[in-house]
Nanobody
Framework: QLQFVEFGGGLLQPRGSLRLPCAASRSISTFDGLAWYRQAPGMQRELVAHLTADGTTNYAVAVTGRFTIARDNAKNTVYLQMNAMKHENTAVYFC?????????WGQGTQVTVSS
């Protein structure tokens, strides 16, 4: 059974950068779409970035131009590069496929932006 494990979170200051890796327990090469999501305190989980197998990307409006999603099929890993971080980017970040398969959810990784 596939599971995603997110890591790399932490505390950073506004305008800082962070890269989150998400490792899959098996090959991700068969996934057409992979995505990063986040859940802020008291909020529902939301889509942050989406990447298709052909390299097409889509981003939430709030992160466009600052976040970049990438995948390395050889390493079974999905990445989220986050730049110019803001307080409102504080959340638990998750990766999953683009249909949010329930069984694939990991624990997420906490990212806190604070001065």
């Amino acid at each position: 059974q596939l599971q995603f494990v997110e890591f790399g979170g932490g505390l950073l200051q506004p305008r800082g950068s962070l890269r989150l890796p998400c490792a899959a327990s098996r090959s991700i090469s068969t996934f057409d779409g992979l995505a990063w999501y986040r859940q802020a305190p008291g909020m529902q989980r939301e889509l942050v970035a989406h990447l298709t197998a052909d390299g097409t990307t889509n981003y939430a409006v709030a992160v466009t131009g600052r976040f970049t999603i990438a995948r390395d099929n050889a390493k079974n890993t999905v990445y989220l590069q986050m730049n110019a971080m803001k307080h409102e980017n504080t959340a638990v970040y998750f990766c999953n496929d683009d249909v949010q398969t329930k069984a694939y959810w990991g624990q997420g990784t906490q990212v806190t932006v604070s001065s």
